[in-house]
């Protein structure tokens, strides 16, 4: 069979820029396993229509980009999406002291030019690198080579001498791999736990969507944090393999949460899909009805967001995946729903929490417009200073109290 290259190349009168454009709608096409006339670029694309002339090719050209980008601004629909995989590449190798550790400290992916999205200014340590979860959207895979998974075993020698930036409040640990799925296995936690101990004053912010508990039997001090990322039911199930179900990372929180921990939740990021609306609504009914919001410090709630190398990385892995069945508006430099699109799906989560959860858990959006924090959250902030300041009194006042 004819490649998507080849297809591509061997139509005449495009111009290098459509050609671009149309192999890159090919290919999430591909990706998409639609049935019928939508399975394929070659099935929306007659060959014979290589042979008219330059206008009526531009015009099929016309008719076949805005024919997908149709597909795009509709939900997805999952009940004909059955992704086979064969994961027995994925069991990963263990590396342990990898290169250059001095450079494990960095900082959140938020666009740097402006204020454009409404950044808290999170510190992220990279104590281990990538992830053995598959998660169809995930960035990590664009970072790291796969199946290895870096890990630093002497990582509290390199805590014990570092020094923080003036104003470093609030570290994540979950930007470049699980935070949790090693456990302390390689003493990880236990280095932290020595280092969230010696400064107090600073949040160390764990990230899972794994539901291992048997990390819970060290003595972790109140200002680590433990947070789990959580899916409705269907997205979680189609795309997000190899990790924990939403169910049992639930259960994973409230008995850690149960323990005495702080824990934390990220709806993150959402899909716009058929039923999306009840199967969110279940989701934050399911966590609302295991933990206490005195145990929660924040919520966070975002959506899928791509970088170019994100979706060129997607697109050269071949593997089935509807995650990129979305209009890919560019914002802030990165490529997401449409603002309107996203304010309806914000407001539903948010406003399915009771009023107690809103007066005692810290919501907040993130690398969002901040356009969308009035209507979706009923307040905003004026600039990222003042956002971080709130996160700042918001975390540090519940781990103290």
Same mark, same amino acid.
Request: one cysteine or more; a neutral charge.
């Given at each position: 069979?004819?490649?998507i290259?080849?297809?591509?190349?061997?139509?005449?009168?495009?111009?290098?820029?459509?050609r671009?454009?149309?192999?890159?709608?090919?290919?999430?096409?591909?990706?998409?396993?639609?049935?019928?006339?939508?399975?394929?670029?070659?099935?929306?694309?007659?060959?014979?229509?290589?042979?008219?002339?330059?206008?009526?090719?531009?015009?099929?050209?016309?008719?076949?980009?805005?024919?997908?980008?149709?597909?795009?601004?509709?939900?997805?629909?999952?009940?004909?999406?059955?992704?086979?995989?064969?994961f027995?590449?994925?069991d990963?190798?263990?590396?342990?002291?990898?290169?250059?550790?001095?450079?494990?400290?960095?900082?959140?992916?938020?666009?740097?030019?402006?204020?454009?999205?409404?950044?808290?200014?999170?510190?992220?340590?990279?104590?281990?690198?990538?992830?053995?979860?598959?998660?169809?959207?995930?960035?990590?895979?664009?970072?790291?080579? $796969?199946?290895?998974? +870096?890990v630093?075993? *002497?990582?509290?020698?390199?805590? #014990?001498?570092?020094?923080?930036?003036? &104003? @470093?409040w609030?570290?994540?640990?979950?930007?470049?791999?699980?935070?949790?799925?090693?456990g302390?296995?390689?003493?990880?936690?236990?280095?932290?736990?020595?280092?969230?101990?010696?400064?107090?004053?600073?949040?160390?912010?764990?990230?899972?969507?794994?539901?291992?508990?048997?990390?819970?039997?060290?003595d972790?001090?109140?200002?680590i944090?433990?947070?789990?990322?959580?899916?409705?039911?269907?997205?979680?199930l189609?795309?997000?393999?190899?990790?924990?179900?939403?169910?049992?990372?639930?259960?994973?929180a409230?008995?850690?949460?149960?323990?005495?921990?702080l824990?934390?939740?990220?709806?993150?990021?959402?899909?716009?899909?058929?039923?999306?609306?009840?199967?969110? $609504?279940?989701?934050? +009914?399911?966590?609302? *009805?295991s933990v206490?919001?005195? #145990?929660?410090?924040?919520?966070?709630? &975002? @959506?899928?967001?791509?970088?170019?190398q994100?979706?060129?990385?997607?697109?050269q892995?071949?593997?089935?995946?509807?995650?990129?069945?979305?209009?890919?508006?560019?914002?802030?430099?990165?490529?997401?729903?449409?603002?309107?699109?996203?304010?309806?799906?914000?407001?539903?989560?948010?406003?399915?929490?009771?009023?107690?959860?809103?007066?005692?858990?810290?919501?907040?959006?993130?690398?969002?417009?901040?356009?969308?924090?009035?209507?979706?959250?009923?307040?905003?902030?004026?600039?990222?200073?003042?956002?971080?300041?709130?996160m700042?009194?918001?975390?540090?006042?519940?781990?103290?109290?």
């Amino acid at each position: 069979m004819t490649s998507i290259e080849e297809f591509v190349q061997s139509i005449p009168y495009l111009t290098f820029q459509q050609r671009r454009m149309l192999k890159e709608q090919a290919q999430d096409l591909a990706l998409w396993g639609l049935e019928g006339a939508d399975s394929s670029i070659q099935t929306l694309w007659p060959e014979d229509y290589n042979r008219t002339s330059k206008n009526d090719v531009i015009k099929l050209y016309s008719k076949v980009m805005a024919h997908i980008n149709n597909i795009r601004n509709i939900p997805i629909d999952y009940s004909s999406f059955k992704p086979s995989y064969d994961f027995r590449g994925k069991d990963s190798n263990i590396v342990k002291d990898f290169l250059s550790p001095e450079r494990i400290m960095g900082r959140c992916p938020c666009p740097r030019d402006g204020e454009q999205t409404r950044c808290c200014n999170l510190k992220t340590l990279d104590a281990v690198q990538q992830c053995a979860f598959a998660c169809a959207y995930c960035s990590i895979q664009s970072f790291y080579s $796969s199946n290895e998974i +870096r890990v630093l075993s *002497d990582l509290g020698r390199h805590l #014990d001498g570092m020094v923080l930036d003036e &104003g @470093t409040w609030h570290i994540g640990t979950g930007q470049s791999s699980d935070s949790l799925l090693l456990g302390d296995d390689y003493g990880t936690l236990s280095a932290l736990s020595s280092f969230a101990k010696r400064h107090p004053d600073v949040v160390i912010e764990l990230k899972t969507k794994c539901a291992r508990t048997d990390w819970l039997s060290l003595d972790l001090p109140r200002n680590i944090v433990s947070t789990w990322s959580l899916n409705a039911e269907t997205p979680a199930l189609k795309e997000e393999h190899l990790a924990a179900s939403p169910k049992a990372r639930i259960e994973a929180a409230a008995k850690c949460a149960g323990t005495g921990h702080l824990v934390g939740f990220h709806i993150h990021p959402m899909f716009f899909f058929n039923g999306w609306e009840k199967e969110y $609504s279940e989701l934050v +009914r399911n966590v609302v *009805d295991s933990v206490d919001p005195d #145990d929660v410090v924040m919520v966070r709630i &975002g @959506t899928l967001t791509f970088t170019k190398q994100n979706l060129r990385t997607l697109r050269q892995s071949g593997r089935p995946t509807r995650v990129t069945q979305m209009p890919l508006s560019p914002i802030a430099g990165k490529y997401s729903y449409d603002l309107d699109t996203k304010r309806r799906m914000f407001s539903h989560v948010y406003g399915s929490f009771p009023q107690d959860w809103k007066d005692k858990v810290f919501f907040y959006l993130c690398m969002e417009d901040p356009s969308l924090w009035e209507p979706c959250l009923g307040r905003s902030y004026s600039c990222n200073a003042d956002f971080e300041a709130d996160m700042k009194r918001h975390y540090l006042g519940k781990i103290r109290s």
